[in-house]
């Protein structure tokens, strides 16, 4: 069984790899330590596909180290000791680069086993992950790690890796493929900026498409059918998740409708009706709030209406709703209200609540001046008389502030006439 295509044309030289300008062109700093030949620990943080195995195997290849691979997912720490154990045989007397692929699901204690290796440079270690290395990789590592971020390949660039592709299944099948432009547009386009998924887009075409006197032909539809179902990224666990529905909460905070409805329509794409929905709510408490108060019901309504009929029919109500929030004025004071008590909170300022709100009727015999005092506002003019609410220590506390939407605005005008009678502010 030959080996998958990503593998067979790994590049030969740094300007071959698809993307990671950023990393790699001319004068970046990975590219300049590549050059230099001295490999410090390195971790590879980005999605899957986008070049991070490719450069470390360019790199593997360019040392006289030996290469050991291992993978997060399957290693156990009998591995990790099988590979410490080469450094005291003829192999490892030039040192070991080890590619730990997926370290983030190695535990601390297989981590910590690679600890005294890699500080003492026996051992090298070339890691990459998919996940944020700071949340899911060990603190010792990272401090004697140097993290580079890989980010999704543009499709312009993914375009030349298409035709390669091509280039090269034709030479091994000694065969003569055509692919139209459409067609490699589309596979670039379509695979998200992952080049594996692109490579395999190709190679399904290519054992798709129909032969005609010996030729393939690969067009847009054939391409557009199979590289379709390979352009969405979503893990629920993972950053992609935490990406998509915090650009879809800012999306909608800053008005931008369009943009709401991109990310709504790849939360509902991964069948994560409960995301969609969550933030759709609190976003309307948080961002829309005393501006627009109505919307509040008018969201759950939607919500309720979405999770009752489920998909793919609840992207209709959803979307109506993050078209309303998109379009409502905006106000943040509930929510700088709210962070501003728990503040005091979680500081510790409490302090007893004011005898005349207390929940009780009587007084206890060292009371010299029995009685609660609590004053019904309902019983005086505008339903309102000044008293006392908070603690003694918090009893000149501000947390709310009034928008500048006119809905705050109106009710701030309201109270600053009744509280005017009694020079208050």
């Keep these: 069984m030959s080996s998958p295509l990503a593998d067979r044309i790994r590049p030969d030289t740094l300007d071959d790899i698809v993307g990671q300008k950023h990393l790699l062109g001319e004068g970046k700093p990975l590219r300049r330590i590549i050059e230099s030949g001295e490999i410090p620990n390195l971790i590879f943080y980005g999605p899957s596909g986008v ?56 535990n601390k204690k297989q981590q910590q086993t ?24 060990y603190n010792a590592i990272l401090s004697r790690s140097t993290v580079f971020e890989f980010k999704p390949v543009e499709a312009q660039e993914l375009e030349g890796a298409v035709r390669r592709a091509v280039r090269i299944i034709s030479q091994e099948r000694q065969l003569e493929i055509n692919i ?19 490579l395999n887009a190709v190679e399904l075409c290519v054992i798709s498409a129909p032969e005609e006197d010996g030729v393939k032909t690969i067009g847009v539809e054939l391409a557009s059918e199979l590289s379709q179902k390979s352009a969405f990224r979503y893990d629920r666990d993972g950053d992609e ?10 999306s909608m905070r800053g008005s931008d409708v369009d943009a709401a409805l991109h990310y709504l ?22 961002d829309v709030g005393l501006a627009y108060p109505q919307i509040i019901p008018i969201v759950k309504a939607c919500v309720d209406i979405a999770q009752a009929v489920g998909l793919p029919e609840a992207r209709l109500p959803l979307a109506d709703a ?5 379009l409502a004025p905006k106000s943040n004071s509930g929510h700088d209200a709210i962070a501003a008590a728990m503040a005091d ?16 009727h009587f007084d206890g015999a060292d009371n010299s001046t029995p009685g609660q005092f609590y004053r019904y506002p309902h019983e005086y003019p505008d339903h309102f008389i000044p008293q006392q609410y908070l603690p003694d220590v918090l009893k000149d506390a501000r947390y709310y502030n009034y928008g500048d939407n006119k809905n705050e605005q109106a009710f701030k005008g309201y109270w600053d006439k009744i509280k005017g009678k009694y020079g208050l502010q």
């Design 241 to 250: 998740h935490y990406d998509i529905i915090s650009a879809y909460q800012k």
């Design 265 to 286: 329509a790849r939360l509902l794409k991964a069948d994560d009706l409960p995301s969609a929905c969550r933030r759709l709510m609190v976003c309307a408490c948080e």
């Design 51 to 106: 070049g991070k195995t490719t450069l470390a195997t360019y790199i593997a290849r360019k040392t006289n180290k030996t290469l050991k691979k291992l993978n997060g997912t399957t290693a156990s720490t009998a591995d990790i000791r099988a590979v410490v154990e080469e450094l005291n045989t003829f192999s490892g007397m030039s040192g070991i680069l080890l590619y730990l692929d997926e370290i983030q699901y190695f």
């Design 114 to 137: 690679l600890l005294e290796f890699i500080e003492d440079g026996r051992i090298t270690l070339i890691a990459s992950t998919t996940e944020n290395p700071y949340f899911y990789v």
């Design 180 to 198: 139209t432009d459409e067609a490699v547009k589309c596979i670039a386009t379509s695979c998200g900026g992952d080049v594996r998924k692109s």
């Design 322 to 326: 993050v078209i309303l929030v998109c």
């Design 345 to 360: 909170v979680e500081a510790g300022k409490a302090g007893p609540i004011p005898r005349t709100l207390q929940n009780k």
